[in-house]
């Protein structure tokens, strides 16, 4: 086929697409009719991982050239589609916009959904506590940095549950409006400026690199300062028209963060999932050990474990840990009684879908 004919197929089946889209669109919208009756949840990742993980099998069946990221991310604004016909989702996000939780935020639930920015990590929380929002989205760890205390800390008063989780790549890159060699100021966060340091040392010794109160400000400033470049996610270079003039220039390669969603109530079982606790042990001697002994008795894997300063009185600890599996699981749910046991306080934070391979900032197909 010539040129002509190729495009002319592929007119035909853009046709076809936009057909099935629209049919699915009408199931969708009959699926979201049945939710309200019954009042289920609007967002389940149990059943959008099971699809994604289904629908990534059936192309590497077929031999199909689409690699699984871009199949992930053309059903992700699919299902975001679908997720606005159903009912108009909120979701309340750590902002401004532009920030790495805005990435998130869009990563998981996609561009058609409405997005609410919040100031602080309490406001998130309270905007779903008090229903305004339906999901939240906030940070937990980072690869190279540990565990966002803040958001710990949220978790022991709040009755909230974790229902999904994000892993982000986090790429600060450098962005303006003018060329590279006319930068005389570059604006950003004082995280950024630290992530970046020996690359500003080696490439931008003699220009000041300015600390904002965000990204986002940053990048706002620049569109107003000539000569002024940002250093942050992609998703600024969108928002503010500005040019990537060097991508992912953190010192440290694979610098990850990881996002939770928090909602009313857990996520089902997927056969694949990951489950939060918090607690708070006597203080003794061996009890810490007494109330992490089951998890080894039953070969359950702990991911990870953070200790916080309860608020409820002096010198006493919250200690929160991940482990495999789902809290509805037989082996699992033994164990957590047995935890209960030899604990003075047990909370189980959610169960969810383990992440897929770590996502990037506007990751586009």
């Not at 589609?81 to 909120?90: I, N």
């Not at 790429?171 to 950024?192: F, G, S």
């Not at 089902?268 to 810490?288: A, I, K, Q």
């Amino acid at each position: 086929m010539n040129l002509d004919d190729i495009r002319v197929k592929i007119d035909q089946l853009d046709t076809e697409l936009i057909r099935l889209l629209n049919e699915r669109a009408d199931l969708v919208h009959e699926v979201g009719v049945v939710k309200k009756r019954d009042n289920l949840e609007i967002y389940a990742p149990d059943r959008e991982e099971k699809l994604l993980r289904a629908l990534v099998a059936k192309s590497q069946d077929c031999k199909g050239r689409l690699p699984e990221k871009s199949i992930r991310a053309i059903y992700r604004e699919i299902m975001s589609a679908a997720l606005a016909l159903e009912d108009d989702l909120k979701i309340a996000y750590l902002g401004p916009e532009g920030t790495w939780t805005h990435q998130a935020a869009i990563n998981k639930f996609g561009n058609s959904v409405a997005y609410q920015p919040q100031p602080s990590f309490a406001d998130v929380f309270e905007q779903v506590e008090r229903e305004i929002a339906d999901y939240g989205v906030v940070p937990i760890e980072n690869s190279t940095e540990g565990a966002v205390t803040h958001t710990l800390d949220l978790f022991a008063d709040s009755p909230l549950k974790i229902y999904g989780q994000v892993l982000l790549s986090i790429e600060n890159n450098l962005m303006a409006r003018c060329e590279r060699d006319q930068i005389e100021k570059i604006y950003t966060h004082p995280q950024v400026i630290a992530q970046c340091r020996g690359w500003l040392h080696k490439h931008f010794r003699d220009v000041p690199a300015i600390e904002m109160s965000s990204t986002a400000a940053a990048a706002q400033l620049v569109t107003k300062e000539p000569n002024a470049a940002v250093l942050g996610g992609a998703l600024l270079a969108d928002m503010y028209d500005l040019t990537i003039l060097e991508k992912s220039v953190q010192d440290i390669a694979g610098n990850t963060t990881r996002f939770l969603v928090i909602s009313h109530k857990t996520c089902p079982p997927t056969g694949d999932d990951r489950t939060s606790v918090m607690f708070s042990v006597n203080d003794e001697p061996g009890s810490l050990h007494r109330a992490l002994e089951p998890f080894e008795k039953f070969s359950i894997n702990m991911s990870k474990i953070e200790s916080r300063p309860s608020k409820r009185r002096a010198w006493e600890y919250f200690f929160f840990v991940d482990v495999a599996g789902h809290c509805e699981d037989p082996e699992l749910s033994s164990v957590l009684e047995q935890l209960k046991r030899n604990c003075s306080f047990v909370k189980v934070l959610g169960s969810y879908p383990k992440a897929p391979a770590v996502s990037r900032g506007r990751d586009i197909v």
